[in-house]
């Protein structure tokens, strides 16, 4: 199996990267070449029994994804995208990536031809939802986006869809829950907060709160959407029929429970960090984003992820910190 994974620099590209290798297998497919892509230089792990390549690819360029197809991968995550953050404040960034970039690879694989049928899994957002909205989405609730980054990702869900329906490819979108703990430096998303109030506190640094603590939303961990879009890379599509976009199961929480397992985690002094800082912009893109979920399709075919907050910040411990928290009140 041949794989090819765009936006592969950012996080859960670098995430899902390692998880493939350390399987060296999707399912019960053995993979025997992966093919990283961003438009920051990927920089692959050390791999014995999986041959890595790279390049820095931008997507925009129909004749830069024609070269990533030309391979004809058997399986297509495409990561890549502009955050929720700049796509609103940026509307010419964001279509230029978040559609015209989904467009294009596409369209690539669509110029292979001769059978070419790739499984493609795209990672699209909560944000194809806006308000109103009901305390839990089920499936058949209708999208209605409210930012540009939403709109940007529903359009690429409806082209999956489509391309799926011709058999140009075997599609699966996923909306995916928000990531948190994201490792690593802040990004311009808008949910950048969600992870920052967990991930500067215990690294005995200071969180700004941009909302109020009641703020109430829909997440996994990163171990949660990894475990999400391999599953995607191998599960039976048949059950989805011409409806390729899924709802995923998460965990409904507000800002006040993720402090309160900060808390149980690393005790007041981390949470005293926190410092509420209002945002207009921030809290406005978040107010209209889904609260919970009924992710009854995904469930029945096999999608799982993280079950608590608790959960989420032990495994960024452990893989992010070492095992250590650096502020602790028994130290």
């Given at each position: ?219 996994a961990g990163p171990r949660g959407a990894v475990g999400l879009l391999l599953h995607a890379a ?77 959960q989420i910040i032990a495994a960024h411990i452990e893989d992010e910190l070492g095992g250590k928290?650096?502020?602790?009140d028994t130290e």
């Amino acid at each position: 199996m041949q794989i090819l994974i765009t936006g592969a620099a950012g996080m859960i590209g670098r995430k899902l990267t390692d998880a493939i290798l350390q399987a060296q297998a999707i399912g019960d497919h053995p993979v025997k070449a992966l093919h990283l892509a961003d438009v920051i230089p990927p920089v692959p792990p050390a791999s014995d029994g999986v041959k890595i390549t790279t390049s820095t690819t931008d997507l925009t360029d129909p004749d830069a994804a024609r070269v990533l197809t030309a391979s004809r991968p058997d399986v297509i995550f495409h990561l890549a995208a502009v955050v929720s953050g700049q796509a609103e404040t940026n509307l010419d960034l964001g279509l230029s990536v978040n559609l015209d970039g989904t467009r294009t690879i596409l369209d690539a694989i669509r110029s292979v031809g001769a059978g070419y049928c790739p499984r493609f899994v795209f990672a699209s957002s909560l944000a194809v939802f806006g308000t109103p909205l009901p305390d839990v989405i089920p499936d058949d609730f209708a999208p209605n986006p409210r930012t540009s980054y939403g709109a940007q990702k529903l359009i690429g869900e409806i082209l999956v869809s489509d391309f799926s329906r011709r058999g140009l490819l075997d599609g699966i979108s996923l909306r995916l829950p928000t990531i948190s703990i994201r490792p690593g430096a802040p990004n311009a998303a808008a949910s950048g907060f969600f992870s920052g109030i967990l991930r500067e506190p215990l690294a005995g640094l200071p969180a700004a709160l941009p909302v109020d603590p009641q703020t109430r939303h829909w997440f996994a961990g990163p171990r949660g959407a990894v475990g999400l879009l391999l599953h995607a890379a191998c599960v039976d599509t048949a059950p989805l029929g011409h409806k390729r976009a899924l709802n995923l199961p998460g965990i409904s929480a507000t800002v006040a429970d993720q402090i309160a397992a900060l808390e149980r985690v690393a005790g007041p002094r981390a949470v005293a960090l926190i410092q509420p800082q209002p945002d207009a912009l921030v809290k406005d893109i978040v107010s209209a984003w889904p609260r919970a979920f009924a992710p009854t399709r995904a469930l029945s075919m096999g999608f799982t992820a993280e079950t608590s907050f608790d959960q989420i910040i032990a495994a960024h411990i452990e893989d992010e910190l070492g095992g250590k928290i650096p502020l602790h009140d028994t130290e």
